[in-house]
């Protein structure tokens, strides 16, 4: 549940951390899209989703609904995640909460990598069984509400 509390009836500021990055995510969804590159690796019962994240953007993931492991293999990067903001530098691991909402801003230019326990292969079924989005929803899928808001995706489908 997100809370808020109004300021002069002006504004009103989330008070917990998910709510505060859903409000940046809603602040930036109006701003000129960066495609991250993205690989996808797996490996009997495991699958990995690496993603390069360019210097000086700022991304927000899709909520995940089981813990898994996320690495920072390369560059440096400002982390929230779950009720805190942390600095990390490459090489570093964390131990990534189901039910989170997180952002990250990079640094310097960062690969960061979520592995998850799974036998599916099927990438649009790995974001429904792995997340609470949708594929449709995510980057590049007809449905993003960045591209949509930016003007920025031509749908061909």
Request: net charge negative; proline share 3%; aromatic share 6%.
């Given at each position: 549940?997100?809370?808020?509390?109004?300021?002069s009836g002006?504004?009103?500021?989330?008070?917990?951390?998910?709510?505060?990055?859903?409000?940046?995510?809603?602040?930036?969804?109006?701003?000129?899209?960066?495609e991250?590159?993205?690989?996808?690796?797996?490996?009997?019962?495991?699958?990995?989703?690496?993603?390069?994240?360019?210097?000086?953007?700022?991304?927000?993931g899709?909520?995940?609904?089981?813990?898994?492991?996320?690495i920072?293999s390369?560059?440096?990067?400002?982390?929230?995640?779950?009720e805190?903001?942390?600095?990390?530098?490459?090489?570093?691991t964390?131990?990534?909460?189901?039910?989170?909402?997180?952002?990250?801003?990079?640094?310097?230019?960062?690969?960061?990598?979520?592995?998850?326990?799974?036998?599916?292969?099927?990438?649009?079924?790995?974001?429904?069984?792995?997340?609470?989005?949708?594929a449709?929803?995510?980057?590049?899928?007809?449905?993003?509400?960045?591209?949509?808001?930016?003007?920025?995706?031509?749908?061909?489908?």
């Open positions: 549940m997100n809370m808020t509390v109004s300021y002006m504004l009103a500021k989330p008070v917990d951390m998910r709510g505060r990055v859903e409000a940046l995510e809603a602040a930036i969804e109006y701003e000129p899209q960066v991250c590159l993205v690989r996808h690796h797996f490996a009997p019962g495991v699958y990995a989703r690496e993603m390069t994240v360019p210097t000086g953007v700022v991304i927000t899709a909520v995940h609904k089981t813990c898994h492991l996320s920072l390369k560059g440096k990067i400002k982390l929230v995640s779950g805190e903001v942390v600095e990390l530098s490459a090489p570093a964390i131990l990534a909460n189901a039910g989170t909402k997180r952002a990250i801003y990079a640094v310097e230019e960062a690969v960061w990598t979520n592995i998850h326990a799974t036998n599916e292969t099927d990438l649009d079924k790995l974001v429904e069984e792995l997340t609470e989005s949708t449709d929803e995510l980057m590049g899928g007809k449905n993003n509400r960045q591209f949509l808001l930016s003007g920025a995706l031509e749908f061909k489908g």
